[in-house]
Structures are given as structure tokens and as C-alpha cells.
């Protein structure tokens, strides 16, 4: 996976989180300092992440193009083609089987 997905995963697994933080804290009050810290947790947990993301994105950069190169449309030496094979045809010199 890349960076990009690994961190949507991430991210996609926090909201779970935070979702679920929430009901929890519904359920049993908001006023304990247990659920408080929960919470808390939570939301340095997304901080975390966005920082991580904006690292992550400057680490990458722009994407880099490869450098272009200009193949001339004139014609090869011929000399350079004396010793070599026909592809799938075999050597001139020799018959196939």
C-alpha cells in the first residue's frame, strides 16, 4: 500500500474511534475524568494524524516527470545490425530444424 492509502486507513480507523468515544461517553456521562482523558486522547490522536499527513505530503514533493528523451526519426547505421539475428527468424546463415 502507499503512504496515501496506509493513511486514509488510518484515518478512517480514528473516525471509528472518535465515533465510538462518543456513544461510550453518552452512555456512562461525560463528566468522569476517565471518559474526559478518552477524549482528549482522541482529539491528540487526530492532531497527530493531520501532521502526520502534512509531512508526508511535503516529504513526497511534487511528483517528479522523468526526463524526455528525443529519439531521431533518421535512419540507423546499418552496420550496427550486421552481426545480429532476425528475431524469431534465426541466424541468415542457418536453416530452421
Known sequence: MSVHD???TVQR???DLVRSVGRLEKQLGGGGLEIRRVRSDTTHLRESLALLRETAVSAAGPAQRPDLVTISDAPYDPSLWVDTDDEGLGARDRHAP
Open 6 to 8: 496506509e493513511l486514509a
Open 13 to 15: 480507523c480514528l473516525d
